[in-house]
C-alpha cells in the first residue's frame, strides 16, 4: 500500500488582515503569510540576503471564524495545513496558478488573556473521534 503526505507547518508575519466572506452557507478566510530565510555569509564572504517568500492561506468554517476575531496583520502564527493548486483564467486569455495553503490549524502565540493561543483547536477531534488505523501490513510506512 502506498502512502503519501501533503503536510506544510509554516511559522511567519500575517501580511493583511484576513478577508473573511461566506461561501453557501460557509466562512471562508483568506490572507497572506510571510516566512523568511535568514541572511547569511558564504565561505568566499559573499553575503546572501534575507529572503522572504509569500503564502495564500485559506481557512474554513470555525477556523475562519476565529481568524476574522484574532488574526490581525503584523501577527506572527504558525498554521498547519496542505498544499492546493488552483488555476484560473487571466485577463489576458491565458491560464494563470496558484498555490494556497489549505489550514487545518493555527497556533497563535502567547497572548493577552483573552485571546485563545490556539485557534484551531475546537476543530481537531478528541482522541476518541479519531477512526481507528487500518491493520498495519508490516511494512514501517
Given at each position: ?61 470555525g477556523l ?15 498554521v498547519l ?61
Amino acid at each position: 500500500m502506498s502512502r503519501s503526505l501533503n503536510q506544510v507547518t509554516l511559522i511567519g508575519n500575517v501580511g493583511k488582515d484576513p478577508e473573511v466572506r461566506t461561501v453557501g452557507d460557509t466562512k471562508v478566510a483568506t490572507f497572506s503569510l510571510a516566512t523568511s530565510t535568514g541572511g547569511y555569509k558564504k565561505s568566499d564572504g559573499t553575503e546572501v540576503p534575507e529572503k522572504t517568500q509569500w503564502h495564500s492561506i485559506v481557512l474554513w468554517r470555525g477556523l475562519a471564524e476565529l481568524a476574522e476575531k484574532y488574526i490581525k496583520k503584523g501577527d506572527k502564527i504558525t498554521v498547519l495545513g496542505s498544499l492546493s493548486y488552483r488555476e484560473y483564467e487571466k485577463k489576458d486569455g491565458g491560464k494563470g496558478y496558484v498555490t494556497d495553503i489549505i489550514g487545518y490549524d493555527v497556533i497563535l502565540p502567547k497572548q493577552e488573556s483573552n485571546r485563545p493561543p490556539q485557534v484551531g483547536e475546537a476543530d481537531i477531534p478528541a482522541p476518541t473521534e479519531v477512526p481507528p488505523m487500518p491493520p498495519s501490513d508490516g511494512l514501517p510506512w
